[in-house]
T-cell receptor, first 115, second 112 residues
Framework: GAGVSQSPSNKVTEKGKDVELRCDPI?????LYWYRQRLGQGLEFLIY????????KSGLPSDRFSAERTGESVSTLTIQRTQQEDSAVYLC?????????????FGDGTRLSIL | GQNIDQPTEMTATEGAIVQINCTYQ??????LFWYQQHAGEAPTFLSY????GLEEKGRFSSFLSRSKGYSYLLLKELQMKDSASYLC?????????????FGRGTQLTVWP
């Protein structure tokens, strides 16, 4: 497809389990972002990848959160030992420096529920 | 740090005009975005302002005043499908290229 693809769309898991969320950006987009959106809140920046540069991890809330990206392709966000406070929608976005205004194109997100 | 404020909720009737305000306090401002987000869907890009003034795009317009740290999104000829959350986001010169700081969003409800 032409847009940003995220999977799974929904994930329900027990507290303490690890989860892995996947993002497939738009082909050719060098920049990839992960955000978290709690109910009724704005988007909270988590991590940013730009090409082969070192990622900006400054938004990760704790060491239980990590993310990987190989080159300019798929990224995975991993949350270890999940807590109920991790319940949120996790959104991925990608952008291209070549596109005017470089808007971020968002996926539909993964709705994570921790029981 | 960044501080971005916008009203939590607004309501309007079909065919009317509504203005959604956004104020920001940030260091090294380098542009402001507006996004639309329908419930359960991805945010979609509406507009980008970096210079003072009004940018018009069909029924939607966005205004920026850098000296006042203020922007608004103007929606004309409202339609039911405009019911959504509208997100204001800013970019700083000093931050990661492309990193956006988002407000909490304004939930707009359009009544028939």
């Amino acid at each position: 497809g032409a847009g940003v693809s995220q999977s799974p769309s929904n994930k329900v898991t027990e507290k303490g389990k690890d989860v892995e969320l996947r993002c497939d950006p738009i082909s050719g987009h060098t920049a990839l972002y992960w955000y978290r959106q709690r109910l009724g809140q704005g988007l909270e920046f988590l991590i940013y990848f730009q090409g082969n540069s070192a990622p900006d991890k400054s938004g990760l809330p704790s060491d239980r959160f990590s993310a990987e990206r190989t080159g300019e392709s798929v990224s995975t966000l991993t949350i270890q030992r999940t807590q109920q406070e991790d319940s949120a929608v996790y959104l991925c976005a990608s952008s291209s420096l070549l596109e005017e205004n470089q808007p971020q194109h968002f996926g539909d997100g993964t709705r994570l529920s921790i029981l | 740090g960044q501080n971005i404020d916008q009203p939590t909720e607004m309501t309007a009737t079909e065919g009317a005009i509504v203005q959604i305000n956004c104020t920001y306090q940030t260091s090294g401002f380098n542009g402001l975005f507006w996004y639309q987000q329908h419930a359960g869907e991805a945010p979609t890009f509406l507009s980008y302002n970096v210079l003072d003034g009004l940018e018009e795009k069909g029924r939607f317009s966005s205004f920026l005043s850098r000296s006042k740290g203020y922007s608004y999104l103007l929606l004309k000829e409202l339609q039911m499908k405009d019911s959504a959350s509208y997100l204001c986001a800013v970019i700083n010169r000093g931050s990661t290229l492309g990193r956006l700081y988002f407000g909490r969003g304004t939930q707009l409800t359009v009544w028939p």
